[in-house]
């Protein structure tokens, strides 16, 4: 026999248990629940009692099977039951006089007769009860606990109620089941509250929030709701409810509570312990310890009778999916006219009567502040104004205790949202000059889109109080990122940016520097200045922001998380990110589910977000019914855990008090959360638009709605925290402020972009010749020292177990580097590595990069044997070099691409680099690519010098697997097709500094190693595009040699033909251009067909800029060669329709001398096709000269990017190379 351990109560009767004997309980009689996470048979349980006069349950170890997995874990929490006739006395029912312990009862029976108080309360109260002739199993009554009870404890004494005033434990009184039952329901009400409670939170300042438009303009006054709920407290079912409720419960007969898919087996291969359940539990990194810390924490007292309660309690935890509840609640009409409480206390049966009940209050709850016990009327009113006044909070499908216990903790105790008269005046000032921006901006420019914030101007004191907070808490910059509506008066009254320099912007006046501009409302900015209320300095960024809503998001958290990481600042307390919604974008786009989903990634997290919600309840002109399937705008963030606020946007105080929690909450917790701020747009979706011919109804209400400002200025006034001269005062004063600036303004002629520039390089550009570009050759020694140390594995480290496989390839690459020869991925490599040796922080992110997709890279290896042993060699060359960051994305190109380009633009210093698995998959991130990194630099004067990889090439893999769309990346390049620059020494890096961005698909890994180091070497940023080889990575000839990378070498735009073509120029029948992989397939073929000396090819690794300069060289090289371009794409994709225009450009004026036709040149069509054969020299007086012009060689058009059948693919190819070949 083995003690079982931990604290037993014995509680109730299942099976025929007799103090000190042996009882046998059947598998099925056992409450599931103790066992849960557990693989326990038991079927001996003995009931004893212990010299603590408490009952001590032991069982048989042969009785005990565990599963393997289950072997080491204490059984913490039985709750064993008693059954047994009482053989003599009144109490004759009662079990006591049993078994071995029968003498030691008797003898304290007997003392008790003759003195209570000379045993121990419980006994004493079981005497008593028995005596008085309780029901066999009732006359128990719980010892007090010797420890001090822990979360979720309830002593069985605390069940037992007292009437008001009155101590609730009374010894003596029976517990039957009505006390359990009621405490039951007090503490499902308690729950339910704060699962639900914000399905009836008064959050939506018009007041349309519970019923159809047509029906409810008004909603319950508050003494009306509670005469309601009491009403209901003392009515049995309503029925609507019931039904539902059943619903739950069948839904969660499964499920033993919100968190109990936690400890559920869900794992095959069992290797998920150290996930986030554990995480978020808090415990240990075992499965089997944290399910049973869980269960112990939360369920220590409960048994069988409490079962049913509880999973009706999740039911409604649930419930949120069922019972949709918008705050306009126009998107649910069924639940028009059922008020929400009705769905909160339908289950529970209470009478009037029991309203001056006194309850224990569970640890779960805060409501009580010092008080442990309450009566039930003040819970249900502490829990009415948590949780259903101005403010609505969803939290508890957090999977933290933890944390969702810190959040009652902020919000339950009564009075939590009061402020003191020096913080409503605060709040008075800041809501005077949000809506005396706007008023202004009204006045001054009355037909001008603005986007005006009138409904929401609570929005500029939220921010700053968000600020405020986090500032005090440790924070020193901001990066924010945030739509249209109220951008403009963020600027002015968050940023504090120079209201003359905002006013310039309705002047229309013209831009002294480079650029294309935005729209004033897209405009991002950068200040630095001193946070008054905290005296500390702050840093506030504004990101730029195209119209594409939300797509800034990614970008604001990868320049975040790279603030972060060049600060040192690993938790996110010094840099944060605000980011800024409008309720219908936010519901709506997919970009922010993509960028929640990286808010906990080790390589993307930014240590928490707060997500400010401007809900004005409508999107331009469409409803919410209409725009949405999800009960709230802000459903999304559930996926990671985030906490919500709803909040009544014209209950100032309390959009306050959310503020401080969701800022602390972040410094706490480093997690996101929500705010989101129901209110309402005053105008039309801009200022010239007419909202009545869709929302009149909505409007009737708005324009009866008084401005939130008037409502809190009255309130502070009828409070005498102001007094309406003050208030006036504070108005005018702010007004004089943008009269001023507005007189400012006027004497501007011109604008500066760069004065909204969000992201500045101080130090940068300072100093450098803009166009002095060092060579990107390196020294030998240095890419022997790379190469050796990416072909080796961890040095000391014997142990360290490599897969068979990868040993071979760090075989090979050695047998390379000896050899003086490099691939594409060791290319690469040695491109990071030299990088990094120079001090450059190079960060290389996407799907699948830490191996690569076609299996190549390997930048990190790991061990056989440990999980998470792993290395990089390339964070491991050198002592002083700079960080290196690899790491597989989450599989999202809108949110990740948008994220690296965040990344890139705060630091010009680092090689960031983001790679599409295949180059297809690019367009799923086309928005970013547009928006932000064709046209960045031109709208935004933010340069970034970002890397995108699109393994691109026709293999015979498919229409999906082939294409980057070379061809839309060259459409979007801006240098001009008609206009050949004048040639100079310094052209190459002249029109790298003129173009929007590099497009190159190089053929050599040379090519490779040197483009990506010119990213660096240039004296300023831009983008490049890259397309990258797929089975070159291991083509035989795909190789280059040192002598190409070393020192003094660099990046050739063109490769020239090199072979015996190049040696007799003049006898070469076609020169043929082409660019990336088709070059191996060309070679070959002419090789195989004995064209070396008649066919040159020459190769563009660089297409744009279009190299004008090396191609005219190359071209007058051959003047006898038909010009071709040669292209594996179809005709209307790859490059043919970017270079074709820019060779004729090239060609103008230059002349062919061609044979005239003796009928043995080849076709007429030929001929017409400009494929007429070189004369012979001897023939010369036969010439004619020709305009020079180039023909097209590859695929014919197509809709698909790429066949999907294998034989099309070879006929194809077969095709083009014939074509090639022709002469
Ligand atoms: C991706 C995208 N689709 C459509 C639009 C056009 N558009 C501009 S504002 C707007 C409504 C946005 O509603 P909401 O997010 O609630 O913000 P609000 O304007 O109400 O503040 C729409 C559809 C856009 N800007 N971006």
Same mark, same amino acid.
């Given at each position: 026999?083995?003690?079982?351990?931990?604290?037993?109560?014995?509680?109730?009767?299942?099976?025929?248990?007799?103090?000190?004997?042996?009882?046998?309980?059947?598998?099925?009689?056992?409450?599931?629940?103790?066992?849960?996470?557990?693989?326990?048979?038991?079927?001996?349980?003995?009931?004893?009692?212990?010299?603590?006069?408490?009952?001590?349950?032991? %069982?048989?170890?042969?009785?005990?099977?565990?599963?393997?997995? !289950?072997?080491?874990?204490?059984?913490?929490?039985?709750?064993?039951?008693?059954?047994?006739?009482?053989?003599?006395?009144?109490?004759?029912?009662?079990?006591?006089?049993?078994?071995?312990?029968?003498?030691?009862?008797?003898?304290?029976?007997? !003392?008790?007769?003759?003195?209570?108080?000379?045993?121990?309360?419980?006994?004493?109260?079981?005497?008593?009860?028995?005596?008085?002739?309780?029901?066999?199993?009732?006359?128990?009554?719980?010892?007090?606990?010797?420890?001090?009870?822990?979360?979720?404890?309830?002593?069985?004494?605390? #069940?037992?109620?007292?009437?008001?005033?009155?101590?609730?434990?009374?010894?003596?009184?029976?517990?039957?089941?009505?006390?359990?039952?009621?405490?039951?329901?007090?503490?499902?009400?308690?729950?339910?509250?704060?699962?639900?409670?914000?399905?009836?939170?008064?959050?939506?300042?018009?007041?349309?929030?519970?019923?159809?438009?047509?029906?409810?303009?008004?909603?319950?006054?508050?003494?009306?709701?509670?005469?309601? /709920?009491?009403?209901?407290?003392?009515?049995?079912?309503?029925?609507?409810?019931?039904?539902?409720?059943?619903?739950?419960?069948?839904?969660?007969?499964?499920?033993?509570?919100?968190?109990?898919?936690?400890?559920?087996?869900?794992?095959?291969?069992?290797?998920?312990?150290?996930?986030?359940?554990?995480?978020?539990?808090?415990?240990?990194?075992?499965?089997?310890?944290?399910?049973?810390?869980?269960? *112990?924490?939360?369920?220590?007292?409960?048994?069988?009778?409490?079962?049913?309660?509880?999973? /009706?309690?999740?039911?409604?935890?649930?419930?949120?999916?069922?019972?949709?509840?918008?705050?306009?609640?126009?998107?649910?009409?069924?639940?028009?006219?059922?008020?929400?409480?009705?769905?909160?206390?339908?289950?529970?049966?209470?009478?009037?009567?029991?309203?001056?009940?006194?309850?224990?209050?569970?640890?779960?709850?805060?409501?009580?502040?010092?008080?442990?016990?309450?009566?039930?009327?003040?819970?249900?009113?502490?829990?009415?104004?948590?949780?259903?006044?101005?403010?609505?909070?969803?939290? %508890?499908?957090?999977?933290?205790?933890?944390?969702?216990?810190?959040?009652?903790?902020?919000?339950?105790?009564?009075?939590?949202?009061?402020?003191?008269?020096?913080?409503?005046?605060?709040?008075?000032?800041?809501?005077?000059?949000?809506?005396?921006?706007?008023?202004?901006?009204?006045?001054?420019?009355?037909?001008?889109?603005?986007?005006?914030?009138?409904?929401?101007?609570?929005?500029?004191?939220?921010?700053?109080?968000?600020?405020?907070?986090?500032?005090?808490?440790?924070?020193?910059?901001?990066?924010?990122? %945030?739509?249209?509506?109220? *951008?403009?008066?963020?600027?002015?009254?968050?940023?504090?940016?120079?209201?003359?320099?905002?006013?310039?912007?309705?002047?229309?006046?013209?831009?002294?520097?480079?650029?294309?501009?935005?729209?004033?409302?897209?405009?991002?900015?950068?200040?630095?200045?001193?946070?008054?209320?905290?005296?500390?300095?702050?840093?506030?960024?504004?990101?730029?922001?195209?119209?594409?809503?939300?797509?800034?998001?990614?970008?604001?958290?990868?320049?975040?998380?790279?603030?972060?990481? $060049?600060?040192?600042?690993?938790?996110?307390?010094?840099? %944060?990110?605000?980011?800024?919604?409008?309720?219908?974008?936010?519901?709506?786009?997919?970009?922010?589910?993509?960028?929640?989903?990286?808010?906990?990634?080790?390589?993307?997290?930014?240590?928490?977000?707060?997500?400010?919600?401007?809900?004005?309840?409508?999107?331009?002109?469409?409803?919410?019914?209409?725009?949405?399937?999800?009960?709230?705008?802000?459903?999304?963030?559930?996926?990671?855990?985030?906490?919500?606020?709803?909040?009544?946007?014209?209950?100032?105080?309390?959009?306050?008090?959310?503020?401080?929690?969701?800022?602390?909450?972040?410094?706490?917790?480093? /997690?996101?959360?929500?705010?989101?701020?129901?209110?309402?747009?005053?105008?039309?979706?801009?200022?010239?638009?007419?909202?009545?011919?869709?929302?009149?109804?909505?409007?009737?209400?708005?324009?009866?709605?008084?401005?939130?400002?008037?409502? $809190?200025?009255?309130?502070?006034?009828?409070?005498?925290?102001?007094?309406?001269?003050?208030?006036?005062?504070?108005?005018?004063?702010?007004?004089?402020?943008?009269?001023?600036?507005?007189?400012?303004?006027?004497?501007?002629?011109?604008?500066?972009?760069?004065?909204? #520039?969000? !992201?500045?390089?101080?130090?940068?550009?300072?100093?450098?010749?803009?166009?002095?570009?060092?060579?990107?050759?390196?020294?030998?020694?240095?890419?022997?020292?790379?190469?050796?140390?990416?072909?080796?594995?961890?040095?000391?480290?014997?142990?360290?177990?490599?897969?068979?496989?990868?040993?071979?390839?760090?075989?090979?690459?050695?047998?390379?580097?000896?050899?003086?020869?490099?691939?594409?991925?060791?290319?690469?490599?040695?491109?990071?590595?030299?990088?990094?040796?120079?001090?450059?922080?190079?960060?290389?992110?996407?799907?699948?990069?830490?191996?690569?997709?076609?299996?190549?890279?390997?930048?990190?290896?790991?061990?056989?044997?440990?999980?998470?042993?792993?290395?990089?060699?390339?964070?491991?060359?050198?002592?002083?070099?700079?960080?290196?960051?690899?790491?597989?994305?989450?599989?999202?190109?809108?949110?990740?691409?948008?994220?690296?380009?965040?990344?890139?633009?705060?630091?010009?210093?680092? #090689?960031?680099?983001?790679?599409?698995?295949?180059?297809?998959?690019?367009?799923?991130?086309?928005?970013?690519?547009?928006?932000?990194?064709?046209?960045?630099?031109?709208?935004?004067?933010?340069?970034?010098?970002?890397?995108?990889?699109?393994?691109?090439?026709?293999?015979?893999?498919?229409?999906?697997?082939?294409?980057?769309?070379?061809?839309?990346?060259?459409?979007?390049?801006?240098?001009?097709?008609?206009?050949?620059?004048?040639?100079?020494?310094?052209?190459?890096?002249?029109?790298?500094?003129?173009?929007?961005?590099?497009?190159?698909?190089?053929?050599?890994?040379?090519?490779?190693?040197?483009?990506?180091?010119?990213?660096?070497?240039?004296?300023?940023?831009?983008?490049?595009?890259?397309?990258?080889?797929?089975?070159?990575?291991?083509?035989?000839?795909?190789?280059?040699?040192?002598?190409?990378?070393?020192?003094?070498?660099?990046?050739?735009?063109?490769?020239?033909?090199?072979?015996?073509?190049?040696?007799?120029?003049?006898?070469?029948?076609? #020169?043929?251009?082409?660019?990336?992989?088709?070059?191996?397939?060309?070679?070959?073929?002419?090789?195989?067909?004995?064209?070396?000396?008649?066919?040159?090819?020459?190769?563009?690794?660089?297409?744009?800029?279009?190299?004008?300069?090396?191609? /005219?060289?190359?071209?007058?090289?051959?003047?006898?060669?038909?010009?071709?371009?040669?292209?594996?794409?179809?005709?209307?994709?790859?490059?043919?329709?970017?270079?074709?225009?820019?060779?004729?450009?090239?060609?103008?004026?230059?002349?062919?001398?061609?044979?005239?036709?003796?009928?043995?040149?080849?076709?007429?069509?030929?001929?017409?096709?400009?494929?007429?054969?070189?004369?012979?020299?001897?023939?010369?007086?036969?010439?004619?000269?020709?305009?020079?012009?180039? !023909?097209?060689?590859? *695929?014919?058009?197509?809709?698909?990017?790429?066949?999907?059948?294998?034989?099309?693919?070879?006929?194809?190819?077969?095709?083009?190379?014939?074509?090639?070949?022709?002469?």
């Amino acid at each position: 026999m083995s003690s079982v351990k931990g604290l037993l109560e014995v509680r109730q009767v299942c099976g025929n248990a007799h103090i000190g004997e042996s009882c046998t309980v059947r598998k099925d009689e056992v409450p599931p629940l103790y066992f849960l996470g557990r693989h326990t048979a038991v079927s001996k349980l003995c009931v004893e009692l212990d010299k603590q006069k408490r009952i001590k349950i032991t %069982m048989a170890e042969d009785s005990i099977s565990y599963s393997e997995a !289950s072997k080491n874990i204490p059984l913490l929490t039985v709750v064993a039951t008693i059954s047994a006739s009482r053989p003599k006395s009144s109490a004759a029912a009662e079990p006591f006089l049993n078994g071995s312990s029968s003498a030691y009862v008797e003898t304290m029976y007997n !003392s008790w007769l003759s003195d209570p108080n000379s045993v121990h309360a419980s006994w004493d109260a079981f005497f008593r009860n028995a005596t008085n002739g309780a029901q066999p199993g009732t006359a128990y009554t719980a010892p007090p606990n010797l420890a001090p009870y822990s979360r979720n404890e309830v002593p069985l004494t605390s #069940l037992v109620p007292s009437p008001a005033g009155m101590p609730s434990i009374a010894a003596g009184s029976p517990v039957n089941e009505k006390i359990i039952d009621d405490h039951l329901a007090v503490q499902a009400i308690i729950r339910s509250y704060q699962a639900r409670g914000h399905l009836a939170a008064d959050v939506d300042p018009l007041g349309i929030t519970t019923a159809d438009l047509p029906e409810l303009g008004t909603r319950a006054t508050r003494s009306e709701r509670i005469m309601r /709920k009491y009403f209901k407290f003392g009515t049995t079912h309503i029925q609507s409810g019931r039904d539902e409720n059943d619903r739950f419960c069948k839904l969660n007969d499964k499920h033993i509570d919100s968190r109990g898919h936690l400890v559920a087996q869900l794992d095959p291969l069992g290797i998920t312990s150290g996930n986030t359940a554990v995480r978020a539990a808090g415990e240990g990194q075992v499965r089997g310890f944290v399910s049973e810390a869980v269960f *112990r924490q939360n369920f220590r007292f409960v048994h069988d009778p409490l079962r049913f309660p509880l999973v /009706k309690l999740t039911g409604e935890i649930r419930g949120h999916h069922i019972a949709k509840l918008d705050p306009l609640e126009i998107a649910n009409a069924h639940l028009a006219g059922k008020n929400q409480r009705e769905v909160i206390h339908n289950s529970y049966r209470f009478d009037e009567a029991d309203m001056d009940r006194v309850f224990k209050l569970p640890s779960t709850t805060f409501i009580g502040e010092k008080d442990k016990a309450l009566p039930l009327r003040e819970i249900l009113n502490r829990l009415e104004q948590a949780y259903c006044n101005n403010i609505g909070i969803e939290f %508890m499908f957090i999977n933290s205790l933890e944390q969702c216990n810190w959040i009652r903790q902020r919000m339950e105790p009564p009075g939590v949202t009061k402020m003191n008269p020096d913080e409503k005046r605060l709040i008075l000032a800041r809501l005077t000059r949000a809506a005396g921006f706007e008023n202004f901006l009204a006045k001054k420019w009355s037909s001008e889109k603005r986007f005006g914030l009138e409904g929401c101007e609570i929005l500029i004191p939220a921010m700053k109080q968000v600020i405020d907070v986090s500032t005090r808490l440790g924070v020193e910059s901001i990066i924010m990122g %945030m739509p249209h509506r109220g *951008r403009l008066n963020v600027l002015a009254n968050v940023c504090r940016k120079p209201l003359h320099q905002l006013f310039t912007q309705f002047a229309g006046l013209e831009a002294e520097d480079d650029g294309s501009g935005d729209v004033k409302y897209h405009l991002g900015t950068y200040i630095e200045r001193l946070n008054r209320v905290t005296n500390k300095n702050i840093r506030l960024a504004v990101c730029a922001n195209p119209s594409h809503l939300e797509a800034v998001d990614p970008v604001v958290q990868g320049k975040t998380r790279a603030e972060q990481f $060049y600060r040192g600042d690993n938790e996110g307390k010094k840099v %944060m990110s605000i980011l800024l919604h409008g309720d219908a974008a936010f519901a709506g786009q997919g970009v922010v589910f993509e960028t929640m989903h990286l808010s906990d990634l080790p390589a993307y997290t930014t240590h928490g977000t707060i997500h400010i919600v401007a809900n004005n309840q409508i999107g331009f002109t469409t409803d919410p019914r209409h725009s949405r399937s999800s009960a709230y705008c802000t459903d999304v963030a559930r996926v990671v855990n985030a906490p919500i606020f709803h909040v009544n946007g014209d209950n100032p105080e309390a959009v306050m008090h959310v503020c401080n929690v969701a800022a602390e909450w972040r410094a706490t917790f480093h /997690k996101d959360v929500v705010i989101d701020i129901v209110s309402y747009r005053r105008n039309g979706h801009n200022e010239v638009d007419e909202p009545m011919f869709t929302q009149p109804l909505m409007y009737r209400k708005i324009r009866n709605t008084k401005p939130v400002l008037e409502k $809190y200025a009255d309130q502070l006034i009828a409070e005498g925290v102001v007094t309406a001269a003050e208030v006036k005062d504070v108005k005018d004063k702010y007004e004089k402020i943008c009269e001023d600036a507005y007189t400012q303004a006027k004497q501007e002629t011109h604008i500066k972009y760069k004065d909204w #520039l969000d !992201s500045p390089w101080s130090g940068f550009f300072e100093g450098k010749d803009p166009l002095k570009m060092p060579p990107s050759g390196v020294v030998e020694e240095t890419l022997v020292h790379i190469g050796k140390r990416f072909s080796s594995p961890p040095p000391n480290a014997a142990e360290f177990e490599i897969h068979k496989g990868l040993l071979r390839i760090l075989k090979t690459r050695m047998e390379m580097v000896e050899n003086r020869t490099v691939d594409w991925a060791l290319a690469e490599a040695m491109a990071f590595g030299s990088l990094l040796k120079e001090g450059i922080h190079v960060r290389l992110s996407g799907e699948d990069v830490e191996r690569g997709t076609f299996s190549h890279r390997h930048h990190v290896l790991h061990h056989q044997k440990v999980d998470k042993a792993t290395y990089c060699p390339l964070a491991h060359l050198y002592p002083d070099q700079a960080p290196y960051t690899v790491c597989n994305s989450s599989l999202s190109e809108y949110g990740v691409l948008g994220f690296e380009v965040g990344y890139s633009v705060t630091n010009p210093n680092a #090689l960031v680099l983001w790679e599409a698995q295949f180059g297809d998959f690019n367009n799923v991130a086309q928005c970013i690519i547009d928006q932000f990194i064709s046209s960045g630099q031109a709208k935004w004067v933010r340069q970034s010098g970002i890397v995108l990889l699109q393994p691109h090439g026709m293999e015979g893999m498919g229409p999906e697997h082939s294409s980057a769309r070379l061809e839309r990346f060259l459409q979007m390049s801006a240098d001009d097709p008609d206009y050949m620059p004048p040639e100079s020494t310094d052209y190459e890096v002249r029109q790298l500094h003129d173009c929007n961005w590099i497009v190159a698909n190089c053929s050599s890994p040379a090519s490779y190693f040197h483009i990506l180091r010119r990213q660096i070497m240039l004296p300023f940023r831009k983008p490049l595009i890259l397309m990258t080889p797929k089975s070159l990575l291991r083509h035989p000839e795909c190789k280059s040699s040192f002598d190409e990378m070393k020192e003094g070498t660099t990046f050739r735009r063109l490769i020239p033909e090199e072979g015996p073509a190049s040696k007799n120029p003049s006898g070469v029948r076609k #020169l043929a251009f082409c660019s990336g992989r088709v070059y191996y397939d060309l070679l070959k073929e002419r090789r195989e067909r004995n064209l070396e000396s008649d066919i040159a090819i020459a190769r563009l690794e660089q297409i744009s800029p279009f190299p004008f300069d090396q191609i /005219k060289a190359e071209v007058a090289k051959y003047p006898n060669a038909q010009l071709v371009w040669s292209q594996e794409e179809h005709k209307n994709m790859g490059s043919w329709s970017y270079i074709e225009p820019r060779f004729r450009t090239l060609l103008q004026n230059q002349r062919q001398i061609r044979a005239k036709s003796h009928g043995s040149g080849g076709s007429w069509l030929s001929q017409l096709l400009g494929r007429a054969p070189a004369p012979p020299a001897d023939r010369a007086a036969d010439t004619v000269e020709v305009p020079r012009t180039i !023909s097209y060689n590859g *695929r014919p058009t197509a809709a698909s990017p790429a066949t999907g059948s294998k034989a099309a693919h070879n006929k194809e190819l077969k095709n083009l190379l014939e074509e090639f070949c022709v002469l």
